[in-house]
């Protein structure tokens, strides 16, 4: 089984624009196994596996949270996943929810409460939705990730026709001003032009900004 550090590497690779054989050649990971974590979605993949080495190294605790979410908890396995933290919050700002269970939250694992501080009563669009202080730098670092997230949750890469002509669009579509804010401070950090539809869809229209979203994004899972 290879280690979250030789997932992570694989990732800096393709970002770097590796081929498959380039990246292959360099850490010895066959490329066929490296096709089916990007088929699987590489930062779910890269998500399990670091969860899994924390909790056999003691880095995490499995049994019940005492007491209320902790901040210092959150920031604590957060900073542990990195760029998977990243784009599993993306996954849940777009489009997701914790369940409370009788024996747990979500995979039976009581911290996700203290992960997800946005988490809480009512719907995202009619309540606040700010990022804490340690979850803003983890998102500055791993923009990609996040962006990522919240475009499988929420988003689409579709066709637009214009005067004839078919071009690709991406859309991300959210009832949260707040949540199409932090979407767009990504964008901007990334030097991409979005634009905005009555508030309810952000779009990435310019051929340029497309193709760059297509090298980390991709299609849904």
Avoid at 67 to 75: A, K, L
Wanted: aromatic share 8%; with cysteine.
């Amino acid at each position: 089984m290879h280690s979250s550090a030789e997932i992570r590497g694989v990732v800096r690779l393709r970002d770097a624009g590796r081929s498959l054989a380039e990246v292959e050649a360099e850490t010895g990971i066959n490329r066929y196994t490296v096709l089916r974590w990007y088929r699987d979605d590489i930062f779910v993949v890269l998500a399990r596996r670091r969860v899994r080495e924390l909790l056999q190294h003691g880095g995490m605790g499995s049994g019940a949270h005492a007491g209320e979410p902790s901040e210092s908890c959150g920031q604590q396995h957060a900073g542990a996943l990195a760029e998977a933290y990243s784009y599993l919050l993306g996954q849940y700002l777009g489009d997701g929810h914790i369940t409370l269970m009788p024996r747990g939250v979500i995979s039976l694992w009581k911290h996700w409460p203290c992960l997800i501080p946005q988490h809480g009563p009512g719907r995202n669009h009619k309540r606040k939705i700010e990022l804490l202080p340690w979850q803003e730098n983890l998102v500055s670092e791993h923009p990609k990730p996040f962006l990522r997230g919240l475009m499988h949750s929420d988003g689409c890469w579709h066709i637009n026709t214009v005067a004839g002509h078919d071009y690709s669009r991406y859309q991300f579509t959210n009832r949260s001003a707040d949540i199409h804010g932090l979407l767009r401070h990504s964008l901007d950090q990334l030097g991409v032009h979005w634009t905005d539809a009555r508030g309810r869809a952000t779009y990435v229209s310019r051929r340029a900004d497309v193709a760059f979203l297509d090298t980390f994004i991709g299609p849904k899972s």
